[in-house]
């Protein structure tokens, strides 16, 4: 048996869960078969063509049932009545981890696309038969639904650590954490743009209303909170390397996945039991 | 096949720091036990009994020392460890699926499991098949539990509460199946207030006691240590080998050292009462802590 890793015991893991999954997953699915069908029937009703509607409706698939999948992930750590069990069989956290990461992230990536084909295929089927006309079928290679997933993937990663960070609630803590860091970095965006900036390029950058930072005669915030060089360098990467500081940023975003991820299974790695007086 | 880990020291703690926030539990624990023995783990509530069950199984980390089962560190919870160990828990939380289903889950994650072996004990312990086993007894999930766990064939089997739950017939069931399972490759643990229901089955007893372990030794070197007799008047509390006494019926029962015994069979129960009343003396006459 190899200590860290195997390919049988990570299928093994993932059957479970999906054995133990399976009447979730088909309420799920069953839900989403009759909000389509009801859509379109909508639709038919009110003669209207909305040519998105399976793109759509998939968007909201993918996150409403992503997001909530992927809080729900690593739920028996938290069971106090299950954890123990979870936590003694014979597998590793690495397989544990991919066990929970991959049918969120890969899983649903492959399934969904299909399944609204699938879904789009029959439903405008009905509709040809029954108002003669029917929408496009959802197309699974549309860069779109790529576009999407990609967002998804972006966005699923805070809330797959959250889900084994947090031990209840991890959907609502998992967000309110988001915004309190959103709303943090922002803060620290500004004043440091305020510093590092000053007044004048910031109101030429953001409008002249759009932030106006009263300057007095005693004491000049722009020259006063100057910092030279950072004044400059900022300065220039603002005015002039504009797509180098994008590219930056979507650099930070790309590896922002891998690294909660990571962050997730050094957690699953230290969980315990709790046990006796806390 | 019987591998060296398998044989000899199977579970060492040295110098074992745990507690939780505001409680200190141990401080500097010092064991090993061995290959081929069944030992009955006793202590009063809050002792520590289950944590150090959660230690040795990796499900708790020590804040200090080290702890090596199999020659695995638990921390780590390797897989090839985890499949040697298997802990029946007090209450057992099954999935609602059926047996069958639930074998199909889990037996792939044990290599060593002997479905024939688990089918003969389920047959044994006349536990109901192709149930939902959430809709089970306690008991019968638990002779359910028992029977899988022993079929995966680990090396260290640790049972939380065992008799809990199970009728008189299905008590010695449960002691005859756990004696029978007993190999010189294995270690038996068993965790438990209910000390009648496990008196006849150990051959080891650990009575934890304050962060320690007052007792930790064979049934027969504490035969060959304590007396119990049936007296009609109390006996002197001064008595310097006086162990332990408790009101009886038409007298006092009395726990005594005393070595010139002739190895008689031991009241557990009594033996727990004696070390938990009266610790240090109770040490001073069963040769104390053990140290590594």
Known sequence: MTSSFSVYRLWSLMRSDFLAERR???????????????????????????????????GYALFIWGIFATSRAFRVVHDPTRNEAYLLLPASSLEKFFARLLPITVGIGIFLPIFFFALSAIVESVRMVIAGTSLPLFNPFNSEIWKLYGYYIIIQAPFFLGAIWFRRFNFL???????????????????????????????????????????TGAINHYDYLNFGIAHDLFHQLLTTNWSFLATVFWIVVALLPPVLWWIAWLRLKEVQVDHGVQ | MIT????????????????????????????????????????????????????????????????RVLDYDPVQRNPS?????????????????????????????????????LESLLKEMSVPR?????????????????????????????????????????KGQFRKIVAEALAEDRILIIATHQVKDIELLIDNVLILHEGNFICYQSLSQISSAIRISQETNRPDSNSEKLLYTEPSLGGYTAVWADTETNGEHQDLELLFKAAITNPEKFTQFTSGVHKL
């Open chain 2, 130 to 170: 192709g149930q939902i086993l959430t809709s089970l007894s306690l008991g019968e999930r638990k002779k359910f539990h028992l029977a899988f766990g022993l079929a995966c064939r680990p090396s260290v089997m640790i049972l939380d509460e065992p008799t809990n739950g199970l009728d008189i017939p299905a």
């Open chain 1, 24 to 58: 979730a997953l088909t309420w799920a699915a069953g839900i989403l078969i009759f909000t389509v069908l009801l859509m379109s029937l909508q639709q038919m009703q009110w003669g209207q063509m909305d040519y998105s509607m399976h793109q759509k409706l998939y």
């Open chain 2, 81 to 117: 460890m985890l499949s040697e160990i298997y802990m029946l828990p007090e209450t057992p939380h099954l999935p609602t699926l059926t047996d069958k289903n639930f074998v199909s889950r889990m037996a792939r994650f044990y290599p060593n499991f002997d479905s024939s072996y």
């Open chain 1, 173 to 215: 803590i998992t967000s309110f954490a988001i915004i309190l860091f959103y709303l943090l970095l922002a803060i620290a965006i500004l004043i440091t743009a305020r510093i590092t900036i000053g007044a004048t390029e910031w109101q030429q950058l953001h409008g002249q209303n759009s932030l106006q930072v009263p300057e």
């Open chain 2, 4 to 67: 060296s880990n398998k044989i000899g020291k199977m579970i060492e703690f040295e110098n074992i720091q745990f507690g939780y926030k505001k409680k200190t539990l141990f401080n500097g624990m010092n064991f090993a036990l061995e290959s081929g023995q069944i030992y009955g783990l006793l202590g009063l509530n809050g002792a520590g009994k289950s944590t150090l069950l959660r230690l040795l199984s990796g499900l708790l980390f020590p804040q200090e020392g080290s702890i």
